[in-house]
């Protein structure tokens, strides 16, 4: 085994791997760009080391800074973790020729599987089935949408290189392809350095069913058997289980089958995971599935399978890397009760899923589940990687209690400052249809206006206990910082005395960057404050930063502000003709020019922020005034981007 790891990594991930190489009895090294300085995957480590500025390319991108930096320190061997350099067979090959071992495939292996339309081919000549499409050489626009035209729409069109849902995009019309096509190939220039594309079929009533599988250096292939990743927004998986609802042991054989003749194909070393793509619209069957892709590194959602395995995948892939074989045969692989993860993410459900950036004013994880996290109170959410706060995995007897044991673990967690997608994790849990089995990828599509309906109204329960736990607050403020705290004059309007007439004051406040009216009646006991009827729910966690209150219900959080309403209130960020960045990014293009008309809808510019593009609109008819920015400038939220002028 291994004495030495350095970590291409951070964030979860890093820990991840970290704990394992610990338990190990490995030395763990760290590296960090300038935004992660003092994060906690460089805490948990036993050196860390500065690798470069934030923008991944020149850090955790940057080949040659950290093969320099295993060979300084004396690196045995380098894990990947996923993402960034996980599937570059480069970064495989700079680890061979430095003698450090590379815990992952072999190059071969990535280059094979790393482009999806040579993979494909590869795999139809193996006997494993593949989705109808066209996977050649030809790019040219004209082409691929004559090719979009004969396979039938709707198609999906799909990066060469890479995956996470970056650079695909379903097209549903002909008339649709030629914006779909460029938007596809921008983005997966942007994240792969590659804006080659596939056309594929799409599949009715998809699901997505994936294979865990593991191969040692002599030859032996198994299967850890399938994770059911149907849950998906914008092709980004939410909600990972195992086993896949509705696989029977039937199916589970000819597909795992399938999995292992594919690594097999690219003779393939260490953890990888075969993507099949099934038609749920009959129910799961073995004429039905087709394969998708494979991912020759370690998942975002592994821990659902360690948990109905029961093994360390991370200790698995240390083992294969420093030569042994696999420590268990395919007949020796158990499969016990069910898993399901939920990936917590800053991001904003409210306003379209926009990434957030920002400071953890507070976090506290529910103690009944597994917690996979790369950050704590005091970290700090930066807009340069991807928004994936924390993972929770929830592992019970049966499907039913796991939702719920997840469910529940959510509604106890804790995140202060930026907001997360909490509440809506916990709304898809329990959504009726999820729990019945009835789902595919498109499911979050479909329901999607009655998963947020609720998150897209104020939670006046909080508000409410927002404004009466600032107003008790200030009753109680001392006069300086040296004195206990007192109750203030009953004579000062804070108290809200009358020498007539009810004893009630109307209130402002800022919740949520909208203003309301909290009604607050006065008496001996202290404030009771309403808003629209609705009284505070007192089992709602309140924690203060500076003059504001930040409330977590149901794992929901809402921002209440009285200060900031004595002044004129917080002009929203697409208030009026000012179009502004909906988060902290970078401008990748600004379509149109000072003077241009617009039409309300129309695309004027594109902000790119955590590996994903955002779209900037016209909000009506008229005409650009001022462009405030140029392609590639970065931009903080709310920063104006251009004005609108509407037609008279």
């Not at 066209?134 to 799909?158: C, I, M, N, T």
């Not at 990743?229 to 092709?235: A, E, G, P, Y």
């Not at 086993?243 to 292992?260: E, F, N, V, W």
């Not at 029961?310 to 890397?321: K, M, P």
Request: hydrophobic fraction near 45%; charge should be neutral.
């Amino acid at each position: 085994m291994f004495t030495s790891v350095l970590i291409a990594n951070r964030g979860e991930i890093a820990v991840r791997v970290a704990r394992t190489a610990r338990r190990l009895g490995m030395r763990t090294i760290a590296i960090y760009s300038e935004a992660d300085a003092g994060a906690m995957h460089t805490r948990v480590c036993d050196e860390a080391h500065l690798i470069g500025p934030p923008a991944a390319r020149e850090s955790y991108l940057d080949i040659a800074k950290i093969v320099a930096v295993a060979r300084r320190v004396g690196a045995q061997c380098i894990h990947p973790g996923y993402g960034f350099l996980s599937e570059n067979p480069e970064f495989a090959d700079a680890c061979a020729s430095a003698g450090i071992a590379f815990v992952g495939p072999p190059a071969s292996a990535i280059r094979a599987m790393g482009l999806k339309d040579r993979a494909k081919a590869m795999m139809a000549e193996a006997g494993v089935p593949v989705v109808p499409g066209y996977h050649g050489e030809r790019q040219d626009a004209v082409f691929l949408k004559q090719k979009a035209s004969d396979l039938g729409y709707p198609v999906l069109v799909k990066a060469v290189a890479g995956g996470g849902g970056k650079g695909m995009r379903r097209v549903d019309k002909h008339a649709e392809f030629d914006a779909a096509l460029a938007s596809a190939q921008r983005e997966a220039q942007s994240a792969f350095g590659d804006a080659r594309v596939l056309i594929e079929k799409y599949v009715a009533a998809p699901r997505h069913i994936e294979f865990q599988v593991f191969a040692d250096s002599r030859g032996n292939v198994i299967h850890l058997n399938e994770r059911d990743c149907s849950l998906q927004r914008r092709h980004q998986k939410v909600v990972e289980e195992a086993p896949a609802p509705g696989m029977t042991a039937k199916l589970r054989a000819a597909m795992g089958s399938a999995a292992i003749e594919a690594a097999r194909a690219v003779g393939y070393v260490g953890a990888g995971t075969v993507e099949f793509i099934a038609d749920g619209s009959k129910g799961l069957r073995a004429d039905g599935f087709w394969f998708m892709e494979m991912n020759t590194r370690l998942q975002v959602e592994h821990p659902v399978t360690e948990a109905i395995t029961g093994l360390d995948l991370v200790e698995w892939q240390f083992r294969i890397a420093a030569g042994e074989r696999l420590p268990q045969a395919q007949r020796e692989i158990a499969m016990s009760g069910h898993a399901i993860e939920a990936r917590l993410y800053a991001e904003d459900p409210h306003r379209g899923f926009l990434p957030v950036a920002g400071k953890i004013i507070a976090f506290d994880a529910a103690p009944d589940v597994r917690v996979d996290t790369g950050y704590a109170t005091g970290d700090v959410v930066t807009p340069y990687y991807d928004p994936m706060i924390a993972k929770l995995i929830a592992h019970a007897p049966t499907r039913a209690a796991a939702l719920d044991r997840l469910a529940a673990a959510l509604a106890q967690t804790t995140i202060v400052g930026p907001r997360t997608n909490a509440a809506f994790l916990i709304a898809l849990l329990q959504a009726g249809d999820f729990r019945a089995e009835k789902f595919d990828t498109a499911f979050i599509e479909r329901n999607l206006d009655a998963l947020v309906a609720a998150l897209r109204t104020p939670d006046k329960a909080a508000a409410a206990r927002g404004v009466a736990h600032l107003l008790d607050r200030s009753r109680r403020r001392p006069a300086r910082a040296d004195e206990e705290p007192v109750a203030l004059s009953p004579w000062d309007a804070t108290d809200g005395f009358q020498l007539s007439g009810a004893r009630t004051v109307a209130w402002p406040a800022i919740v949520d960057d909208q203003k309301m009216i909290a009604v607050v009646a006065f008496d001996a006991g202290g404030a009771r404050v309403t808003i629209d009827h609705v009284a505070p729910d007192a089992a709602a966690k309140v924690f203060e930063n500076g003059e504001v209150a930040y409330v977590i219900r149901g794992g929901r959080q809402t921002v209440v502000d009285l200060a900031g309403a004595a002044g004129d209130h917080a002009e929203l960020a697409s208030g009026g003709g000012i179009l502004r960045a909906p988060m902290h990014g970078k401008v990748l293009a600004v379509l149109v020019d000072k003077g241009a008309q617009v039409k309300r809808g129309q695309r004027v510019a594109v902000v790119e922020a955590m590996k994903m593009e955002h779209a900037i609109v016209a909000p009506f008819d008229g005409r650009v005034g001022e462009v405030a920015v140029e392609p590639g400038a970065q931009v903080a939220e709310k920063a104006t981007i251009m004005t609108i002028e509407p037609e008279a």
